[in-house]
């Protein structure tokens, strides 16, 4: 029988490993980063530039924001999000859960789903794990989200356990639409079949050309917990299993702690996503851990801010110290940017609000991620990871250490 995804693992280094994920659209080398393009577009950053500069092999796209505007039965009329945005590599679309989650005021939870108030324009609106699963067939992206309920990262352990049983059940309700759409295919008539998916680095005959479903584990720090969702995701069967529920308000130590005790529990061949983390620190670390694939907003929302991610560690251009600094971000990065324009100028842009600054550091700090993954895969290929590791969270701490 094929499957809408291919996984296998390459190399190990400890609990680190790499891998390649296979979809209909693109071939993903991991542990990847994933860029986020909440609306359809990644934050102030042409596409064209994460396809041909940056060889990003997958995006992903928020179901929330698009179920909202323009909403996806337009989308779904104009060919599906890859086409509606021209972007012909593979999207992963989370369930929208996340994004109530943060809508706490705004929001009346029921076993059904979630009642809301659109934060555009106060209407009231309506996510059930039926719907998010229809909203992403709609979309069409390769890899879909079960919708879950996201606890704070505090929550107690009755909380925590009442969210868990919650968002079980909607897994199980997200997997059984889900698999009512594909066996219909009413994804907006689209023929898995068409040879204009059988991209250079896409497409392989072992694949089905249905979109994949993946699980989301969650349980806040509570360890016991985090396990049976686990072992209970599992069960119920999904094509890749994510963790969720982390960074959102705990302490670095909680999720470091989550991580080591949970991921090498987690399958060995399916994926392993870890949702909405974080720093380059958080990245390398759950990495040790064994984790595939990530996305966060921080290389772009820090981008807008003046925020750059540098080998050496964080600066801020807005600094005065930069106005007359000729040398690049980043001396060890290679992208466009940095081999093209100095600190100086870029703090310059900032200053004068020119909104070219927010864009040239967005795309600076995507290629500082997306290269700091590249590396990370070389270092396990060649078993040499914590080595690695090592030596670049040391050098991420120069520039503050020069500030003390």
């Known amino acids: 029988m094929r499957r809408p995804i291919e996984f296998e693992v390459n190399a190990s280094d400890g609990n680190a490993r790499t891998g390649t994920l296979r979809t209909r659209r693109s071939v993903i080398e991991t542990p990847v980063f994933m860029p986020v393009g909440t609306q359809g577009a990644v934050k102030g950053v042409r596409l064209e ?9 997958i995006i992903l796209g928020n179901t929330y924001h698009l179920f909202l505007r323009p909403g996806h039965e337009l989308i779904q009329r104009l060919g599906g999000l890859h086409k509606f945005t021209s972007w012909e590599r ?16 705004l929001r009346k939870l029921s076993e059904e789903g979630v009642e809301f108030r659109s934060h555009l324009d106060g209407s009231r609106q309506f996510l059930s794990p039926e719907i998010s699963v229809e909203v992403q067939a709609a979309l069409d992206s390769e890899i879909v989200m079960a919708f879950d309920e996201c606890p704070p990262g505090d929550a107690g352990n009755e909380k925590t356990r ?33 040879p204009d998916l059988a991209l250079p680095y896409g497409q392989t005959s072992a694949l089905s050309g ?26 119920i069967g999904f094509d890749g299993y994510a963790i969720g529920g982390l960074s959102v308000g705990e302490e670095k130590d909680v999720m ?4 080591e005790h949970i991921a090498p529990k987690m399958s060995s061949d399916s994926p392993r996503y870890l949702m909405g983390v974080g720093t380059p620190e958080d990245l390398l670390e759950a990495v040790s851990h064994g984790i595939d694939m990530f996305d966060c907003v921080m290389p772009t929302r820090n981008g807008r801010t003046g925020g750059v991610f540098t080998s050496r ?17 980043d001396p060890e990065c290679e992208c466009s940017v940095c081999r093209r324009y100095s600190r100086a100028y870029l703090r310059h842009l900032f200053q004068a609000g020119e909104m070219t600054a927010a864009t040239l550091l967005s795309h600076h700090n995507l290629a500082f991620y997306l290269n700091l993954m590249r590396q990370a895969r070389t270092a396990i ?24």
């Open 49 to 57: 530039w994460l396809d041909d500069e940056h060889d990003a092999r």
């Open 313 to 329: 560690g964080k600066i801020n251009i807005r600094n005065a110290r930069f106005a007359e600094d000729e040398g690049p971000l």
């Open 162 to 194: 009442e969210s868990l049983e919650l968002t079980l059940r909607w897994a199980k309700r997200s997997k059984e639409r889900f698999e009512e759409l594909q066996k219909s295919d009413r994804k907006g008539g689209l023929n898995y079949q068409r």
């Open 256 to 259: 470091y702690g989550v991580l």
């Open 210 to 235: 249905r979109q994949a479903l993946f699980g989301i584990i969650q349980g806040a720090g509570h360890l016991d917990l985090r396990v049976e969702s686990l072992e209970r995701t599992v069960e």
């Open 381 to 404: 290929a060649g078993g040499s990871f914590e080595s690695f590791k090592k030596a670049a969270l040391g050098k991420m701490t120069e520039i503050e250490a020069e500030a003390v």
């Open 90 to 105: 593979a999207i992963l679309t989370d369930s929208g859960g996340f994004q109530v989650f943060s809508l706490t005021d």
